[in-house]
């Protein structure tokens, strides 16, 4: 496929992009940019870009994948919107849409360009381009977040340019929705393990522990920084998903004080069946 790729954020998450166009599809031409210059160079020494991504060539990229925290997003977008093809499409990577929906549709519309929110369901525990991996999305969902829900060709389009990717399924969704779910399936998850792991037993776990707590603690290795802007941006979903937690946490905590087999027997049996009809068996 013979088109040209810009790639703006050269982390794990743009740089997997990056990875994703050049060891997939030899015909692919990928720019690439990021705030530290070193990392642009270095990631075309590595043979991840093939050039920089500039003003002058920015026109000519017939996808640009901006993978930047969300309001750098919107700045950068806003910074540079006369730069982008008019023929192209622009997409976002962030993990969080409302925002950058609501904004970036905002300035392409006035500048004339195709821009379409997306959130690929992938990543790891670590962060930056030295831990970025080609087939990083190879069989991920991908949702979309389109300007507009009846153009068909649009998301034909999505898919197309995202084909070396691998990505194993599109969802479309609007801004809201994806929001409330990321707050449940995403958010929570790196926010409970990152409390969970705050108990003072933690220091003491080494031979006492084994999957559970793997599985508990995986995410509790989180970038800081940009985990807070994603919580900050989304904290009316993720204070409704903390109320609830609290509030069911509060239920079996009162059943062991009052020794109420009973009553635990029963709160547990409620998370497995829920589990079992969520994901099924």
């Known amino acids: 496929m013979k088109i040209t790729v810009g790639v703006v954020g050269l982390g794990l ?21 990021n705030r530290t210059k070193s990392i642009t160079q270095m990631a075309q020494m590595q043979g991840i ?6 003003d002058e060539n920015l026109g000519n990229c017939d996808l640009v994948i901006l993978s930047l925290y969300p309001e750098a997003t919107i700045d950068w977008m806003r910074k540079h919107k006369d730069h982008f093809n008019k023929e192209g499409m622009v997409i976002d990577a962030c993990g969080t849409k409302r925002l950058v929906c609501a904004e970036g549709f905002k300035i392409a519309e006035e500048a004339g360009f195709l821009f379409v929110g997306c959130h690929p369901m992938a990543g790891t525990k670590f962060s930056g381009m030295s831990h970025a991996r080609g087939d990083m999305y190879k069989g991920a969902p991908m949702v979309v977040v389109p300007p507009r829900f009846d153009d068909i060709y649009m998301l034909d389009r999505v898919k197309t340019l995202l084909t070396p990717c691998g990505f194993g399924s599109f969802h479309i969704s609007h801004a809201e929705e994806h929001d409330k779910m ?6 929570m998850a790196h926010l409970v393990s990152n409390a969970y792991i705050k108990s003072p037993s933690s220091r003491n776990h080494k031979g006492f522990s084994a999957g ?14 940009m985990w807070t802007q994603l919580f900050l941006e989304n904290k009316d979903n993720l204070i409704f998903e903390i109320d609830h937690l609290t509030e069911e946490l509060a239920k079996y ?22 589990k079992e009809e969520v994901d099924g068996i």
């Open 182 to 187: 990321i707050a449940f399936t995403s958010q």
């Open 212 to 225: 559970s707590y793997k599985d508990m603690t995986r995410v509790a290795w989180l970038n800081p920084t």
């Open 49 to 54: 870009i093939d050039d920089e991504l500039t």
């Open 253 to 274: 905590k009162q059943a062991l004080e009052e020794d109420d087999f009973e009553g635990l027997e029963r709160l547990l049996d409620e998370g497995r069946q829920i």
């Open 13 to 33: 998450i743009g740089a997997s992009f990056a990875k994703a166009y050049k060891e997939n599809d030899k015909e692919v031409t990928v720019f690439g940019w």
